[in-house]
């Protein structure tokens, strides 16, 4: 399992803005997504950090964030 690396804490009186919030989209068991390099599938399993999801030809565990795959 790997780790994310510690936040560092904003300061108020920092001239730079504060590091954008990432938002991980969810999929649920049937939903119909597209990814960039496999295409067109269906998720068919869930876990707490990853997604099964069959291709047709092939079934791939894709994990999280999930920044090549979106939901149709």
Do not use: N, W
Not at 53 to 70: A, E, H, L, Y
């Amino acid at each position: 399992m790997t780790s994310s690396p510690a936040r560092r804490r904003h300061l108020t009186s920092s001239p730079f803005q504060p590091a954008a919030e990432v938002e991980i989209e969810q999929f649920e068991c049937g939903d119909a997504v597209c990814h960039d390099s496999y295409g067109m599938g269906h998720v068919i399993g869930r876990e707490p950090e990853a997604v099964k999801v069959d291709f047709g030809t092939t079934t791939v565990r894709v994990p999280s964030p999930f920044r090549k795959m979106t939901k149709l």
